[in-house]
């Protein structure tokens, strides 16, 4: 629900750092989502994903395993990947390509722990968190030796 730019550091096999501003998650809800009860942003500003692990199981589909890091807490999660999309040229030059991940959580694995009852019996906010990443990748050009 929204474009955020992050930085995605991709190398050789796929390995992948994303840091994303916590700031930039967003709910459905009229809930805020930076509140210290969900993820805290003041005292956690970022939520990182680190790949360890990288399965391809078709073309075109990944199952990437990694550590994700929500308010301090680190826990193994695997993406499903779609992509990445073939390289193309863009008006300026670049090659761009892009994919897809999703992947879905338990937010209280994550100390985010707050609820509220609601008159039914239910409560205000599940447990299950969707994430999806939708990304767009440049290709670097090569550093230039020095010698």
């Given at each position: 629900?929204g474009?955020?730019?992050s930085?995605?550091?991709?190398t050789a096999g796929?390995?992948?750092?994303?840091?994303?501003?916590?700031?930039?998650a967003?709910s459905?809800?009229?809930?805020?989502?930076?509140h210290d009860?969900?993820?805290?942003?003041?005292?956690?500003?970022?939520?990182?994903?680190k790949s360890k692990?990288?399965?391809q199981?078709a073309?075109?589909?990944?199952?990437?395993?990694?550590?994700?890091?929500i308010?301090?807490?680190?826990?193994e999660v695997v993406?499903?990947v779609?992509?990445?999309?073939?390289?193309v040229?863009?008006?300026w030059g670049?090659?761009?390509?892009?994919?897809?991940?999703?992947?879905?959580i338990?937010?209280?694995?994550?100390?985010?722990?707050?609820?509220?009852t609601?008159?039914?019996?239910?409560?205000v906010v599940g447990?299950?968190?969707?994430?999806?990443?939708d990304a767009?990748?440049?290709k670097?050009a090569?550093?230039k030796?020095?010698?």
């Open positions: 629900m474009n955020h730019l930085r995605i550091a991709v796929l390995a992948a750092v994303l840091s994303l501003p916590a700031g930039a967003t459905e809800w009229k809930i805020d989502p930076q009860k969900f993820f805290d942003v003041a005292h956690f500003p970022t939520m990182t994903f692990k990288v399965a199981l073309p075109g589909k990944l199952k990437v395993t990694g550590d994700l890091t308010r301090g807490t680190t826990k993406l499903d779609e992509g990445p999309t073939a390289p040229k863009d008006p670049n090659q761009r390509a892009a994919a897809s991940a999703s992947a879905k338990n937010r209280q694995d994550f100390g985010v722990k707050w609820n509220a609601l008159d039914n019996g239910g409560v447990d299950d968190v969707n994430i999806t990443i767009e990748m440049i670097q090569p550093a030796s020095g010698n």
